[in-house]
Structure formats: C-alpha cells, structure tokens
C-alpha cells in the first residue's frame, strides 16, 4: 500500500525549475531522510507535498484515510498556555472519552435490553479505542513529550505567547508527536533542540509505527532514524536503501559505475569524430557519414551528478605556545548558579567540544573564556601568542549592509580585492555573489561568508559557537576535515553529535551546577555514560528517566531503580572531572520538598501495584459482564481516573525523591 505518491513535480522560481520531474512514493513503516544541498528544493518539495505550496506541473496522492502530520513553525497567536496549547493535539481522544463516559451513563439507566445492548456494543468499541490510542493516560502523555523536548514542569502554565521561538517551535513538534498521524513530514525537527531532547526524538521516531519524510542536516540523527535515504538534487530524485551511510556508500558505487560508463562513451565518440574527420573526403566517405547519422541519434549519457562542497579551508599563520588557554576556579551566577570551581587546561593542537543542555551556560561559559564577561569568581589565563578567532552563531561578523567581499576584510592586515575574492571563493562565494549585500544571502552562505572572515584573521585558537548551524551535510564534512587539519586550536560549542565525534579531542560537559573534562570525543561520553549505568548509576547524579517508568513499566526500572535510589554518582570518581558542586563532604543546600521524605524503592513499589491495578480495572472495562451493568462501568471509569491521579502525583514524588534523597 502507498502511504503516498508524488509523481513528476515541477516547480519553478523564474525560468529554471527547483523541481524537474521529482517523483517518490512512501509505504507504512517508511523512514525517510531527504538530503540534498541547501538550495535543492528540499523545503520547497515538503511544503507542496503538504499542501502549503502550490505546484506547477506533476501530482501529489495521498492515501484516502491517511492521518498526516505536517511540522508547523509557529503556533496561532493564543492566550492558553503551554500545557493547555499541548492537549489540543489531543481533542480527538478527549472527545473518545467523553462519549465513553456518555455512553456509561446512558447505560447505567437505560432499561430496554435491546437498547441497553447497542449501547454496551458502542461502549466496547470506544473502550477499544480509548485503549488502541493509551486515552487513558493523556495528561501522561503530555508531561511524558513535553519533558522529553526539554521543557520543564515549571514551565507548563506559561502562556504560549510569553514562549522564545525555539520554545514555540519544540511545542509545535511536540503537538504533532502527540497527535500520532500515520504519516509525519519533519523539516529540521532538532533545530531548537539540545543532545538530550534530540536523543529522544529520535527514541521516539525509531518506536513510533509512523511512516516519517524528514529533512534533517544531522547524520547522527539521520543514521539513527532512517531506513530510505532521499536525493534530491539538480531538480530530480534518486531513493536508496537505508541510512544516510548507507546512501553515500552507495552513491560512491553509482557514481564509479556512472563514471565508467560515461567515459567509455566519450571515448567511442572521441574515436568516431576521429574517424569521421579523417575521412570526411576520400574512399571511405561513405563509412564517415554512417558514422555521422549515427552520432546524432545517440543517445548522450550525461556526466556522473556528483554533489561536492568547497574546501573551507582556514590556516594559523603563527604558532602559540604550548598552553593555550588555563581556567581556574571560574564560578558564574545570575538566578542561578551556572557553574563553579571550574578548571582545565588547553594545550596547543588540542580541539575541545563544549556540550550541555539548552541553558546550562555554554555561551556565557564561552563569553567568559574569552574576556567579553567577567566571571564572578575565578580566573582565565590565555597563553604566549594566542591568537583568538571567535565565530559567532548569530554571524554577526559579517556587517549586512556591507558587500560580501568588503565585509571579510581582516582586522590585523590589508588585504586586496583580488585576495579577498579568492578567500571567498575557498568558501564557495565566487562570481557576482561577491558583490551582493551580506543581507540578501541565504543562511548558508552569510554562514560560509563568515567563516572566510574567520580565515581572513589567521588566527591560532578558534572560538566556534554552533559552526555548523546553516551548512548541509556536504559543507559540514568540509568543516570537519579542515578542523582535523587545523595546525592551531580549537574550542567549540555543538549539538551536532558527528561533527563532535570527527573533531574532537576533549570534551567540557556542562552540567547544572558543574563542568567535567571528559578525553575524549561524544562517542567516549556515551561509553562513560553507559558504563555507568551498568553500574547502577547514572553520571551526573541522575536516575533512570521518569518516561521510562511510564513507557515500559516499573517491572523494568525495579532493578535499576533500586540500585541508583542514593543518587550520589559515587561511580563517577574515576573519571577526570572538575566537579562544580560543594566540597564533597559539606552540607548540600536545602531544597523545599512538595512530599514528606519517603524511599525510592518504596515509592517504586506503590507505582508497580497501583500500575498493576490500573491495568486491571482497564481489562475489566472490556468485560462483557462488566459492561451489562451500567453502574459497576460508572463505579469502573471513577476508580481508573482515581488511580490515574494518585499515579501522576506518585511520579512527582519519585522524581523529588530521586534528585533529593541522599
């Protein structure tokens, strides 16, 4: 069965096509990545697939009952709040349950046994439903997406309007995870969202029976996902079989084939127009003029489609000293402490990645070690002959109402136009696009232009907040190999998973409260990490995951649950850390409970039986006896919403027990 069909799509901007020809179908259980370079039309081909663009020529059919899901950007203009504005994606189901609780009451004074059995025989089917879609657990539901796209508990009654754009955008993919169509469209699902949240985005696509078309730059996160890999490029489409590696592997296959063949034609051409030539006149003229007539009728095979990026390259010109940069004991408040007792040292050649939820520091850390905010405690020292070189994610260092190959003059030098343009150019920016307004260029290339005004400073430490933020897949492993090769320094702030593991050496994770040094790139972070859940701990003091309790069961978290209920991380020692905390052995600041002091394990263990009964009081609701008998499914339908709420309070208390108890 196709899910979809998209048949030769054309889509014109001006006189050439975006689209020429695209066509690609989509079957249940589809994963689908569509990749190409920025500007292929990749957006562009979602949004007439959604019905939020017209198209020009081709056909898009979808199949008739197919529930679909498209990403919005922004939320309508409301007063409800975050959590209110989450529940809409729910109506259908509240509306399932209200009819369910309806159809119990009818039922519990209907007298006519006739009647009373059409209404028990809707009431099974609702009921059949209402546990198909888990109805029954909808404010779980919710906190359960909501927590797993970052936001905090504190967090739910916020009115949507008072939310940042990042936070609006989490919401509305949170809205569309929550609503469970058959088919998802997903354009940059993890923009806006930090490594946790992108984490379990992707826990929850790979579960999920939903067919899903994304566009997304993030191989890590394509890899995890997809099992289809999407070209799209030069207006047409090319499908392969599985993942985003899979794709380039074979992509390199078709193009060696691709490039075989089309050299063997230009070279049985190259032999016929010799042939030709040379005996245009003469006995064989007759032979020549076959040769001629069948030239023209060949049919030419185009040269192999190859999709390249420019080489990024950036050069220290002076070499630093062996310590490059040094903090000690750097502490940083505003509300809250966001981080202290923090120390580490970069040494020459070193490249290190700093990591860490949306919020916890990052770019203030960053702003710290470079002078541009003070730190409340503390000190950074900056080594003999380091030069910085900061890229901001705004790209703010190119001026927007400049030229593009004025804006990159470099601050230390004169450097010609002729020199200017060249530098351009390793960065992709060639022709008359030099000459444009920094304002009118595409978000990958004002990013390319900024990066060349980055390589025009020829410094040795690079400073890099979020450098991959606007470059495709292509441009981001340009950036790669050339941070590889850097010969000077680098410090950079990343959510992009593979380009931590192709870049880095060093690791500062930044955590509430605290900074650890991790040697090593992502991939050693997660070892760590999961070499210390095996433990029965988790680093960072965290336990298992209140999702976890709700999605499989407390069978499952018993065990681990009951081995991390300390919560002190003791298990983390081994590891290099600069610990942000107090000293070990003081007092930890008090935290208001909600609930009385209670054990993990305890709570764990009320969870699992009134679970158990939850579970049992659903099974009776599809009992025919209990469903002859109105009032017992009333009495039925109360005890599951008592036990809901005693479930959902249980949850909190075991979350504040987790994180308080020691």
Known sequence: MNLLSVNAVRKYYGPDPVLDGAGFEIHPGDKIGLVGPNGAGKSTLMKIIAGREELDAGTVEFHPSIRVGYLEQRPEPSERTLWEE??????????????????????????????????????DYLQQELLRTDAFNLDYKVERVLQGLGFLEKQHQTPVSSLS???????????????????????????????????????????????????????FFLDRVTNRTLELFAGTIDSYAGNFTAYLRQKEERLLVQKRTYEKQQEEIAKAEEFIRRNHYGMKAGQAEDRRKKLERIERIDPPREITAPPMGMKAKDRSGDIVLRAKDLKKEFDRVLFEKVNFQIERGQRWGLIGPNGC??????????????????????????????????????????????????????????ARR?????????????????????????????????????????????????????AREALEKNMADFEGTVLFVSHDRYFINQVATHLLVVEPGRVRVVPGNYEVWQRMQKDAEKQGMQIGGKNARKDDLWKHGLQKQKKAGTQTSSGDGKGAKKEKETTAAKPQNAPKPAKKRKYPYRKVVDIEDEIFIRETRLEELQKDLMDPKVLRDGERVKATQKEIEEEQEALKKLYEHWEEASELNW
């Open 422 to 474: 060249s530098l351009l150019a390793r960065f992709g920016i060639t022709g008359d696009q030099v000459f444009q307004k920094v304002d009118s260029l595409s978000g990958g290339e004002r990013c390319r232009a900024a990066m060349a005004r980055l390589a025009s400073e020829e410094a040795n430490f690079l400073i890099l907040d979020e450098p991959t933020n606007h470059l495709d897949l292509w």
């Open 86 to 123: 989450a529940h809409l994606a729910l109506a259908d189901l509240v509306t399932l349950q209200k009819e369910a609780l309806a159809v119990a009451e009818q039922m519990a004074e209907e007298k006519d046994p006739a009647q009373h059995e059409k209404l028990a025989a809707r009431y």
């Open 361 to 418: 520091g990052k770019t203030t850390m960053l702003r710290c070690l470079q002078g541009i905010m003070e730190p409340d405690q503390g000190s950074v020292q900056i080594g003999t002959g380091v030069k910085i070189g900061y890229f901001d994610q705004q790209l703010q260092s190119v001026e927007g109402t400049s030229m593009v190959v004025d804006s990159i003059r470099p601050s230390h030098k004169e450097m010609d136009e002729p």
């Open 165 to 219: 754009g990042g936070e609006q955008n989490r919401l509305m993919l949170a809205k569309l995870l929550l609503a469970e169509p058959e088919l998802m469209f997903l354009d940059e699902p993890s923009n806006h969202l930090d490594l946790d949240a992108t984490e379990w985005l992707e826990e929850f696509l790979i579960e999920s029976n939903a067919a899903v078309l994304v566009i997304s730059h993030d191989r």
